[in-house]
């Protein structure tokens, strides 16, 4: 389970990109344009989504495994 925040410059890019690794849990999109959710992928998917997300967003992403 990862929890990700994506810049509103990069976030509507994004959400497509996250629905192919997993259907994107607690969205939420804040009143910066900056987006959230929670994804639960399998451990071996983990690095091509940060790939992914890195590459879109120019390393400006965060994410962290919760659980």
């Known amino acids: 389970t ?20 997993a259907k994107p849990h ?11 959710c929670v994804v639960e ?3 071996g ?3 091509d989504l940060y790939d992914k997300l890195r590459s879109l967003t120019h390393g400006n992403v965060e994410t962290k495994v919760v659980g």
């Open 2 to 21: 990862i929890h990700i925040h994506i810049p509103a410059q990069y976030a509507p890019k994004s959400y497509p990109v996250i629905g192919r690794f």
């Open 26 to 36: 607690q969205e939420e999109w804040h009143n910066d344009g900056s987006f959230s």
């Open 41 to 43: 992928i399998p451990a």
């Open 45 to 47: 998917m983990e690095p």
